[in-house]
């Protein structure tokens, strides 16, 4: 049997207890302008103290200062002024700018981009929020009959309430349903011991990489390019990033040869590789895995006594379904069987991806396998530490896993609403991938799943000698431009992460299938502008 990469040692030194100060200050006065604050050294009148400060950018964690997250850096923080300024000449009845709204391509957030929630979400949680409605006498011709029955479930599950604390490791009737779900789509058992709650699949990632990493000598394999959650949390918690290339000419394509390039080459410094990360679809690059590159993977992991983690939050966005349709990394282990069923391994899921794109809920699940019952009682006092999952984004999880069945009065518009969204992702996915295609000095990967399109911009030599003068990585600098012209708010490649010498950046298709066609030619104008002034 394998060594478990997992096992914790607990054998941290005591912590010194500090004793509390004798010294009691006295709250101040809220109609008290000047006061004197009586201390052990008699300091008196506060208000004319020079106060050094304790926090500084210096003294703070310089881990927090290092970490970057490019999805909300930035670009974003000038988008938002931006957006203050278009709302003020609103107001004003000027127009100072060629646009007229900012468009987030930024992040993966389908609801500010305008996409409906899906109805039969919308009714259960209403419900569960404010279960006085259940007792008005017209209810049911308020609300389907499905949907009545599914609320006074939930509400039975949590004692009536949402305001309440749940178990750490989540509702119980939600940890069954994921469980169940997870056997339908493996056709393998599910244990709803071995699964999490978390608020969103972001929580879930933190908490193992927390249990993983005890200093730089401990490395995380991470694709390039990557999601930056995990090289910023990496960072955080003064672990090893090492990055793995995916190749962008075979349409990002996860080779074996470049992991054990990746891991032997943290070997060779004494870096520790503690655990692998697949994203699956991709993120930010939109590729899908087939199952035998999937068991290579796998047999990669078992043969380096490295943990599995699974990113598979974009598992209901597959557009090529007919060729690579998703499979679960829980299914490939348990059907090779052996000591690859018990392959060491997470699984994240969220619902704020897929058709169900409920960003705000915060709701998600990490599924355990192969994991000793001591380390997973860590795992639970993590979860512990912070109480228990946001209660709304649970039921979300429940709703996602066990959406209305056939025969019920809720089916037949759930299932229209889910096939409208997910058929307008793949229309808008090939025509943003084909409109980049039609740039100038840009190749774009067709995107086989998630929600974004990673293109690879080649830009003019005096647009990258400009960038550089003026401390801008080239790729952000074209990002800043993009925005600043057409309102439109995208992220650098470098962000991500890419391969040297090359520029991308990540856009999302999730405007509307009316507002698609107008960024297309709004990106296609500004690019022809730019490429002409940098000749």
Known sequence: MFKRSLKVLLSNPPINRVKPSSTIIQPLSNTTTTTTIINNNNITNFEKMTHKKSMTIDNICQNVRNAQYAVRGELVIRAEAISHQLQKQK????????????????????????????????????????????????????????????????????????????????????????????ERRDGHKSDPSEIFLTDGASVGVQRILKLLIKDRSDGILIPIPQYPLYSATIELYNGSQLGYLLNEEKGWSL???ELERSYNDAVSKGINPRALVIINPGNPTGQCLDRANMEEIVKFCLEKNVVLLADEVYQE???????????????????????????????????????VGECGKRGGYM??????????AEIYKLASIGLCPNVIGQLVVDLMVRPPIAGEQSHDLY?????????SLKKRANLLTNALNNLEGVTCNPSEG??????????????????????????????????????????????????????????????????????????????????????
């Open 91 to 182: 107001a004003e009845g000027t127009k100072l700018l060629p646009f007229e709204e900012i468009v987030y391509c930024n992040i993966g957030n389908p609801q500010q981009l305008k996409q409906k929630p899906l109805t039969y979400f919308r009714q259960v949680v209403s419900l569960v929020e404010c279960p006085d409605l259940l007792d008005n006498p017209y209810i049911e011709k308020i609300y389907p009959v499905d949907v009545i029955a599914r609320a006074k479930e939930i509400l039975a599950s949590i004692n009536n309430t949402t305001g309440a604390y749940s178990n750490s490791q989540g509702i119980g009737l939600v940890l069954r349903s994921v469980a169940d779900f997870i």
């Open 255 to 257: 080779e074996i040869a």
């Open 317 to 355: 966005n597959v557009y090529v379904k007919e060729s690579k349709p998703f499979i679960s990394f829980k299914k490939v282990v348990k059907d090779m069987g052996g000591d690859y069923a018990d392959l060491e391994m997470v699984s994240f899921h969220s619902v704020s991806k897929g058709f």
């Open 367 to 376: 599924e355990l396998n192969g994991v000793t019952p001591d380390v997973k």
């Open 415 to 423: 299932i229209k609403e889910r096939d409208n969204i997910y058929e």
């Open 450 to 535: 998630a929600m974004y399109a990673f293109p690879q911009i080649r830009l003019p030599a005096k647009a990258v000698e400009y960038a550089n003068s003026i401390g801008k990585a080239p790729d952000a600098y074209y990002c800043i431009q993009l925005l600043e012209a057409t309102g439109i708010c995208v992220v650098p490649g470098s962000g991500f992460g890419q391969k040297d010498g090359t520029w991308h950046f990540r856009t999302t298709f999730l405007p509307s299938e009316e507002a698609i066609e107008g960024v297309c030619k709004r990106i296609a104008d500004f690019h022809q502008s730019f490429m002409n002034k940098y000749k």
